[in-house]
């Protein structure tokens, strides 16, 4: 009778300890993180233009949530990136309301919360907080912030097919641009590729650390593309035939013939001839962007299907975020959102999203009510069993009830803009930069001297301008941020 008693009693305690090891045991996560897609390019929301492929980008709409009101912190992509890393709005710290906000020190970061609970961080792709590029001793670079491992370029982009030392060497100003060419940034060293192209070597080395990963620690894996930001043309040539468009000759310092004011042979200026200066037209450029984007879709594939084959897909946590709108420069599609990357009118700030998890996530489901790119962290938090001390934190979890009357408020250079409930108040003005738009981009219609007043549940598009019929709503949204300013600019 006694020994009976005694093995119930082990085998009770060994229920125990295995119910206690499995509630403890913490989620993969892998974020993926694209650059510059447009708001109808995103298949989940069902309201894309028909020649778009991106069927695996669709399967995370159907195996979890997509939210088609999540709003990023900035229009372009290195505060918005600061913004979602650190679950902050980074005009707390960075005042000029920048291009480059940077990341101060006393700053955390997700992958900082992470790595104190148990988690193998990395990151894999761009890395672009906006200020000290190319250097790896800086508080900007991935592991001076929190991850142990990174392989990609710190700075706004680079060359998709131009990734060897040898091209290097040969050009006059492999880092005189916003975009590099050259080896990859790897931990404190360089990683050189004489051939292959960048989303599908970002994909590789995803893929190679999922397999390769410690199963002894749950992983946090960052997959930063530069896809699908200009150079938009670059796309392996199945992908160009596919959407009938020609090859472009990649940049070499001895076939360029001089642009402009700009040296002859310079990176610079092969990167602003196709870029910003418009020698794409806009009967191509679509088409340009279609490719490209299918194949980072191909390549986002071929990541889910790792997390399968190691049987790991059922406990990774997948999120997937636009850095910000798409952009009038590479022919993306924002429709029926008004204007794109560059401003604070919803097609520069509104952005796709989805998260994956099974059971905690309702698969293909949709959340209407607005979200912030800044609730990433603490929803990771919350899953890693992180408990938030941190007051300054703009972000709320997902996985609790979504406010939908919360206040989210943005300052970018001399723009801002402030919503709540159905209503967003801005001093926003047109974009001023593209070269040639395509048929997709919307213009703002509106006085661009005046306080704009929107009702954006009825209004996405921001076509009807309601401040001269509702004065008194001005006011009141214009002091809710001006008081959310005062009181939270400078603290961090």
């Known amino acids: 009778m006694k020994k009976i008693i005694y093995l119930t009693f082990i085998v009770f305690l060994i229920s125990c300890k295995k119910e206690k090891i499995e509630e403890e045991k913490k989620p993969n996560i892998l974020f993926i993180v694209v650059d510059d897609q447009g708001y109808s390019d995103f298949t989940p929301f069902k309201i894309n233009d028909k020649n778009v492929v991106t069927p695996n980008i669709a ?15 900035a229009p372009v992509c290195s505060p918005s990136r600061a913004g979602f890393l650190t679950g902050k709005n980074q005009f707390r710290w960075d005042k000029p309301a920048s291009w480059g906000p940077g990341l101060p020190d006393k700053v955390k970061t997700l992958p900082e919360y992470l790595k104190e609970v148990g988690y193998a961080t990395a990151k894999i792709g761009k890395n672009d907080l906006g200020r000290n590029f190319h250097k790896n001793d800086v508080r900007e ?46 931990n404190d060293e360089e990683k050189s590729y004489d051939e292959g192209y960048l989303t599908d070597i970002f ?25 699908v930001h200009h150079l938009i043309h670059e796309v392996p040539k199945k992908y160009l035939d596919k959407f009938g468009v020609k090859e472009i000759p990649n940049y070499h310092p001895d076939s360029l013939i001089a642009y402009g004011k700009k ?10 001839k196709y870029s910003r200066v418009g020698d794409l037209k806009s009967q191509d450029l679509r088409k340009y962007y279609l490719a490209n984007l299918n194949s980072l879709d191909d390549n ?39 204007g794109g990357k560059y401003s604070l009118w919803e097609g520069g700030i509104r952005v796709p999203m989805a998260i994956v998890w099974d059971e905690k996530v309702i698969p293909n489901s949709i959340q209407k009510d607005y979200v912030s790119a800044t609730d990433i962290l603490p929803t990771l938090a919350e899953a ?43 001093n926003a003005k047109e974009n001023h930069w593209k070269s040639e738009p395509t048929e997709f981009y919307i213009a703002p219609i509106v006085n ?24 008194e709503k001005v006011q009141e949204l214009k002091k809710m941020y001006d008081d959310w300013y005062e009181a939270n600019q400078g603290k961090y």
């Open 203 to 227: 994909s590789d080395e995803a893929i190679t650390y999922i397999k390769k990963r410690d199963t002894t620690k749950p992983f946090f894996l960052m997959l930063s593309y530069s896809a």
């Open 263 to 272: 040296k002859a042979g310079t990176y610079a200026a092969y990167y602003d």
């Open 300 to 338: 986002i594939g071929r990541v889910l299907n790792v997390l399968s084959e190691e049987k790991i897909d059922k406990e990774t946590i997948i999120v997937f975020i636009s850095d910000n709108g798409g952009s009038p420069l590479t022919g993306s599609n924002n429709r029926p959102l008004t």
């Open 448 to 471: 661009n001297k005046e306080l704009k007043l929107f009702n954006i549940n009825k209004d996405a598009g921001e076509r009807e301008d309601l401040a001269a019929k509702y004065p």
């Open 59 to 73: 399967r995370l709409g159907e195996k979890g949530r997509v939210f088609t009101q999540a709003y990023v912190t």
């Open 141 to 186: 670079y991935p592991t001076k912030h929190g991850f142990d491992e990174f392989l990609g370029f710190s700075a706004h982009a680079h060359d998709y097919w131009l990734n060897s030392q040898k091209i290097k060497d040969i050009t006059p100003d492999p880092y005189g641009t916003s975009a590099l060419l050259g080896p990859l940034m790897h």
């Open 384 to 426: 890693a069993g992180i408990k938030l001390k941190d007051s300054t934190i703009d972000g709320r979890s997902l996985l609790a009830k979504i406010d939908k009357d919360r206040l989210l408020v943005w300052k970018w250079q001399k723009n801002w803009a402030v919503r709540k409930g159905d209503w967003k108040l801005t």
